[in-house]
């Protein structure tokens, strides 16, 4: 693999001081700015957090709960609307209002606000709904719950059309999380104290979204996780448990691998309510039970997603040769809804073209989408809206939905589209941050990386690169899958390389790559390289 090496601003990397100023670098955090980002505080966004349209719908909720109206909180079947649901749901149950949630079912009926369930509100005898991480863009969903005489607040923080919705109020951003946009109205409804219980919802949720752990969001998601890593909640205490991580050290790493997957997972095979029960739950023996069904669930969905990615990597390579592919669309209809998002990204990642996973149905298909290359693919594809049904997203990820019979008709449009667009083509490879001597490294710098935490989006953990390594105690794990080894006698695990065992063996010096952690084991706590790529030439 081609590694893409950041500019040394050094002849050496010497120490952890030297480290923690290269990543600062790499990440274009200027001299003045490096004590926010190290140490970002949310009191200095307070400005950021009141957002518009905020103090009507505080004051339309608070008439509602001293008329005792039903409200629903209708939200989102990903993990970052669950969260959402969530934070909203047990405000206003923490202000005792007659609050109930409602999440959409993801196959039957599908993203977002819909007349379907604005009629299930109605039943409720709701007359608010409160919509969360959905809405921005549902113009004729908004004149409908008008109709019907339904006080209809958006919260969002999906990109608007020309065009936004006759709402009662409508609170949107696209700064933060559709969570984040969510606790911005509970913090005005609870007050700043009491509404910090919900942070650690905020991290979750802004996390697995994949939004950008820059400006607002890193204090968002720092404090989230200092919540989180002291939570009550027993819905996540029980995750956590099933899932054998330790309260306490639950990293944004750890959200993004472990706990935000099995939060997801329900949603994308049956109903989410279960994942919003979980974190909503005051009942342990429940607790558990929906946090084992969470990770059954997850397990499934691995194995969906697998065969799905393993049959679209054979239309790939039926398709011949991507030089000069701007997209990718690939459909069939042995791909559960649930799971297409998945297997865009990774497909989207691997070849590192924008792709185009389609779920074919009878007679509507569900799609979803991945840009690489900075192409903006929900705009992209709202140029093709005459023949989609519904559509949404971000410039880097969307979902729609069109007739199946229209599927041809749309590849051919899209095609037409795609033509007219100029796309950036960037150098691809492995972005190694810095060459280092592992000599000089120690479980120090180790806990220099720290101080960049959260890690995610816009800020990735650090790869390292070390050039001419030698290499002793070389062995294969898990029926040789797994390759570990000393490299200059630091402990090395690199999971599936062990077909290079034998190559690394007869070399015994080669270059590596990797990210940098402690492994902890038995009490004793050991640096560990988590080796992402050998070169052997």
């Given at each position: 693999?081609?590694?893409?090496?950041?500019?040394?601003?050094?002849?050496?990397?010497?120490?952890?001081?030297?480290?923690?100023?290269?990543?600062?670098?790499?990440?274009?955090?200027?001299?003045?700015?490096?004590?926010?980002?190290?140490?970002?505080?949310?009191?200095?966004?307070?400005?950021?957090?009141?957002?518009?349209?905020?103090?009507?719908?505080?004051?339309?909720?608070?008439?509602?709960?001293?008329?005792?109206?039903?409200?629903?909180?209708?939200?989102?079947?990903?993990?970052d609307?669950?969260?959402?649901?969530a934070?909203?749901?047990?405000?206003?149950?923490?202000?005792?209002?007659?609050?109930?949630?409602?999440l959409?079912?993801?196959?039957?009926?599908?993203?977002?606000?819909?007349?379907?369930?604005?009629?299930?509100?109605?039943?409720?005898?709701?007359?608010?709904?409160?919509?969360?991480?959905?809405?921005?863009?549902?113009?004729?969903?908004?004149?409908?719950?008008?109709?019907?005489?339904?006080?209809?607040?958006?919260?969002?923080?999906?990109?608007?059309?020309e065009?936004?919705?006759?709402?009662?109020?409508i609170?949107?951003?696209?700064?933060?999380?559709?969570?984040?946009?969510?606790?911005?109205?509970?913090?005005?409804?609870?007050?700043?104290?009491?509404?910090?219980?919900?942070?650690?919802?905020?991290?979750?949720?802004?996390?697995?979204?994949?939004?950008s752990?820059?400006?607002?969001?890193?204090?968002?998601?720092?404090?989230?996780?200092?919540?989180?890593?002291?939570?009550?909640?027993?819905?996540?205490?029980?995750?956590?448990?099933?899932?054998?991580?330790?309260?306490?050290?639950?990293?944004?790493?750890?959200?993004?691998?472990?706990?935000?997957?099995?939060?997801?997972?329900?949603?994308?095979?049956?109903?989410?309510?279960?994942?919003?029960r979980?974190l909503c739950?005051?009942?342990?023996?429940?607790?558990?039970?929906?946090?084992?069904?969470?990770?059954e669930?997850?397990?499934?969905?691995?194995?969906?997603?697998?065969?799905?990615?393993?049959?679209?990597?054979?239309?790939?390579?039926?398709?011949?040769d991507?030089?000069?592919?701007?997209?990718?669309?690939?459909?069939?209809?042995?791909?559960?809804?649930?799971?297409?998002?998945?297997?865009?990204?990774?497909?989207?990642?691997?070849?590192?073209?924008?792709?185009?996973?389609?779920?074919?149905?009878?007679?509507?298909?569900?799609?979803?989408?991945?840009?690489?290359?900075?192409?903006?693919?929900?705009?992209?594809?709202?140029?093709?809206?005459?023949?989609?049904?519904?559509?949404?997203?971000?410039?880097?990820?969307?979902?729609?939905?069109?007739?199946?019979?229209?599927?041809e008709?749309?590849?051919?449009?899209?095609?037409?589209?795609?033509?007219?667009?100029?796309?950036?083509?960037?150098?691809?490879?492995?972005?190694?941050?810095?060459?280092?001597?592992?000599?000089?490294?120690?479980?120090?710098?180790?806990?220099?990386?720290?101080?960049?935490?959260?890690?995610?989006?816009?800020n990735?953990?650090?790869?390292?690169?070390?050039?001419?390594?030698?290499?002793?105690?070389?062995?294969?794990?898990?029926?040789?899958?797994?390759?570990?080894?000393?490299?200059?006698?630091?402990?090395?695990?690199?999971?599936?390389?062990?077909?290079?065992?034998?190559?690394?063996?007869?070399?015994?010096?080669?270059?590596?790559?990797?990210?940098?952690?402690?492994?902890?084991f038995?009490?004793?706590?050991?640096?560990?390289?988590?080796?992402?790529?050998?070169?052997?030439?």
């Amino acid at each position: 693999m081609k590694w893409q090496i950041s500019p040394s601003f050094k002849n050496a990397i010497l120490s952890p001081d030297d480290l923690l100023n290269q990543l600062l670098i790499n990440r274009e955090i200027k001299e003045e700015d490096r004590e926010e980002f190290l140490n970002p505080k949310l009191e200095n966004y307070s400005k950021d957090l009141l957002l518009a349209g905020i103090k009507v719908a505080v004051e339309r909720i608070k008439q509602a709960i001293s008329e005792d109206e039903q409200i629903i909180i209708y939200g989102d079947y990903d993990a970052d609307g669950v969260c959402g649901t969530a934070i909203l749901y047990l405000a206003l149950a923490k202000l005792k209002a007659k609050v109930l949630p409602y999440l959409p079912h993801r196959e039957k009926e599908g993203y977002g606000l819909s007349e379907f369930g604005l009629d299930k509100a109605l039943e409720k005898g709701a007359k608010l709904v409160i919509t969360v991480d959905n809405g921005i863009v549902a113009l004729d969903q908004a004149k409908y719950a008008k109709k019907i005489g339904i006080d209809l607040i958006i919260t969002d923080h999906h990109l608007p059309r020309e065009a936004l919705p006759e709402a009662l109020s409508i609170i949107h951003s696209t700064q933060m999380s559709g969570s984040a946009v969510a606790w911005c109205l509970s913090r005005e409804l609870l007050g700043e104290k009491d509404s910090e219980e919900f942070l650690d919802l905020v991290a979750v949720g802004t996390i697995c979204d994949l939004i950008s752990l820059t400006n607002l969001n890193r204090p968002l998601v720092q404090a989230g996780l200092k919540v989180l890593n002291r939570t009550e909640k027993l819905g996540f205490l029980a995750l956590m448990r099933e899932c054998a991580l330790d309260l306490g050290e639950i990293s944004s790493s750890d959200v993004g691998r472990i706990l935000g997957p099995r939060i997801n997972a329900v949603g994308r095979l049956e109903d989410s309510i279960e994942a919003l029960r979980l974190l909503c739950t005051k009942d342990p023996v429940k607790a558990i039970s929906l946090a084992r069904h969470l990770c059954e669930s997850n397990d499934l969905k691995k194995k969906y997603t697998l065969e799905a990615i393993t049959e679209a990597k054979g239309q790939v390579l039926q398709s011949g040769d991507l030089t000069g592919k701007k997209i990718l669309l690939l459909h069939s209809p042995n791909w559960i809804p649930g799971v297409i998002g998945l297997v865009a990204g990774r497909i989207a990642e691997e070849y590192k073209v924008s792709t185009i996973i389609i779920s074919e149905g009878e007679t509507i298909s569900k799609g979803s989408a991945r840009s690489v290359n900075g192409l903006n693919i929900v705009e992209t594809l709202r140029i093709c809206a005459d023949l989609l049904v519904d559509i949404g997203g971000h410039p880097q990820a969307a979902g729609f939905s069109l007739e199946t019979k229209k599927l041809e008709e749309f590849k051919k449009k899209l095609d037409e589209v795609m033509g007219g667009i100029l796309i950036e083509e960037k150098e691809n490879g492995l972005k190694v941050e810095a060459i280092l001597d592992l000599s000089k490294v120690d479980k120090n710098w180790v806990k220099t990386l720290e101080k960049l935490e959260p890690f995610g989006q816009g800020n990735p953990i650090p790869i390292f690169g070390s050039k001419k390594v030698k290499i002793s105690d070389c062995r294969t794990l898990s029926n040789g899958q797994h390759l570990k080894f000393k490299a200059e006698g630091v402990d090395a695990i690199a999971f599936s390389k062990g077909s290079l065992e034998s190559q690394v063996l007869e070399r015994g010096v080669v270059d590596i790559a990797y990210f940098l952690e402690i492994n902890k084991f038995n009490g004793s706590e050991n640096l560990q390289l988590k080796v992402l790529d050998i070169n052997i030439n």
